[in-house]
């Protein structure tokens, strides 16, 4: 399991650029940020500024084969109860 600080540390290390704020708030910083939380298990991230909400929603939006595997799976689970 990672911890927040982990991650935290991990997100900066892998947005920072020298002579630049440790928080990356570009819209690559902030992608960037976002598939790392992705991939370690969150769903979502706050944004400092609106600019960065249609970059956020990209990162955590579901693929359309995700979306699919979901409702197939919840059709086989309601066929389950029947």
């Known amino acids: 399991m990672v911890s927040i600080d982990e991650l935290y540390l991990s997100e900066n290390t892998a947005t920072r650029q020298p002579g630049k704020p440790a928080t990356n708030t570009s819209a690559a910083g902030v992608l960037t940020a976002c598939l790392v939380g992705r991939r370690v298990g969150f769903g979502s991230r706050w944004a ?11 990162a955590f939006m579901p693929t359309p084969g995700q979306v699919e595997a979901a409702r197939r799976l919840v059709e086989r689970y309601d066929g389950a109860l029947d």
Do not use: D, L, T
């Open 48 to 58: 400092i500024h609106p600019a960065q909400v249609p970059v956020i929603n990209q």
